[in-house]
């Protein structure tokens, strides 16, 4: 099956470090979306990206999806204590456009 | 727009009772679902509905019951809890469940069970 792999799954930065987490899938991906959660807070969605070797950005935070759309990457430059939280990347099985599913995530702790 | 609306926040149960989270959107959206997160699991798919009447399993769907009798709506019911359903429940709903929708969550039930 369809394996999707998020890593790692935690990391602690230093405020002002920049910061990068991978999704990794065994398969292609038709497009793959990011969510953030707060501590104690629900997911909210980020940004979807669905074209090979797409790149988006919003203010500090930049995704990628890969050429092969096999894999996305999250960066964040310069850390701020208000990026804590988890972050999830998530996706759809091959043929199953309704079963929305989510990497185990990574959170993220900053020390100011 | 309330969103989606989940009650309660917050339950305690005892094993073998059995319970009813809540799950409301006021957006129209045909596709709703329900997740349970538990920590280092992420969040895991319990049950689906792309549109009033049609339920369909996720990943995790033992022990849950579904049912969507209007668009609004979506409970889950726990037939009979175990303590391995303490988790934080998460509902949410986008507008068809296709793969580019952004899926709206809800606040949250953080269900503990004795």
């Known amino acids: 099956g369809q394996q999707v792999m998020q890593i790692p799954q935690y990391q602690h930065v230093q405020e002002g470090e920049d910061f990068t987490t991978y999704c990794n899938s065994s398969?292609?991906?038709?497009?793959i979306q990011w969510y953030k959660q707060r501590p104690g807070g629900h997911p909210v969605f980020l940004i979807q990206?669905?074209?090979?070797?797409e790149v988006k950005k919003q203010k500090r935070l930049t995704f990628q999806f890969g050429e092969a759309k096999k894999n996305s990457s999250l960066h964040i430059t310069a850390t701020q204590t208000t990026d804590v939280g988890t972050y999830f990347c998530?996706?759809?099985?091959?043929?199953?456009?309704?079963?929305?599913?989510f990497g185990k995530g990574i959170t993220l702790s900053v020390r100011p | 727009n309330a969103g989606v609306t989940q009650t309660p926040k917050f339950q305690v149960l005892k094993t073998g009772q059995s319970m009813t989270l809540q799950c409301a959107q006021d957006?129209?959206?045909?596709?709703m679902s329900w997740y349970r997160q538990d920590p280092g699991m992420g969040l895991r798919l319990i049950h689906y509905?792309?549109?009033?009447?049609?339920?369909d399993q996720g990943e995790v769907p033992n022990g849950y019951n579904v049912s969507r009798s209007t668009t609004e709506d979506f409970p889950l019911r726990l037939l009979s809890a175990a303590p391995s359903q303490t988790s934080v429940y998460f509902c949410?709903?986008?507008?068809?469940?296709?793969?580019?929708?952004?899926?709206?969550f809800g606040p949250g039930t953080r269900l503990t069970v004795l």
């Open positions: 957006m129209n959206h045909e596709y």
């Open positions: 990206l669905v074209k090979s070797g």
């Open positions: 398969t292609t991906l038709s497009n």
């Open positions: 998530a996706w759809h099985p091959s043929g199953a456009n309704s079963k929305l599913t």
């Open positions: 509905s792309v549109g009033a009447g049609i339920t």
């Open positions: 949410a709903s986008s507008y068809s469940g296709m793969g580019t929708d952004t899926q709206y």
